[in-house]
């Protein structure tokens, strides 16, 4: 028997339902403007995982996206329009946005892209200026 956890999420009307199995790669605050804009808030709060753990279980054919940039490819319920998901082939990881996954445990570890940031949060969390290294960044921390 396996220990390895399977979590599910949906849309904001539940016509797209989905899981995520195992334990995310990352979890953590983008900052950046594309997340604040596409988010309509002033953080993203995000949740990282590889793509083979995120399955798609209802709704496929409702899954709109849309990508501004090949870096991020945004995925919506075309029928109400909540946000799910963004998958970023450059990083080669899916971002599952942490609000849809209710019983995930959310554990952030980072703040990304805090250069940009417009609510500053004293958590006493990292604060990349952009990304990590390993990730392409230049993994400056900037000051809380």
Known sequence: MSDTKTYNGSCFCGAVQFTVTGEPAAMGYCHCESCRHWSA???????????????????????????????????????????????????????????????LQFKPAVHVNYQETRLRIKDGLPKLKDFPKEMGGSGVILEE
């Open 41 to 103: 808030g002033p953080v993203n709060a995000f949740s990282l995982w590889q793509p083979d753990a995120v399955k798609v279980t209802q709704g496929e054919d409702k899954i709109g996206t849309y990508h501004k940039t090949p870096n991020s490819y945004r995925k919506w319920c075309q029928s109400c329009g909540g946000h799910i998901f963004s998958e970023h082939p450059g990083m080669g990881l899916t971002d599952v946005y942490a609000a849809v996954i209710p019983d």
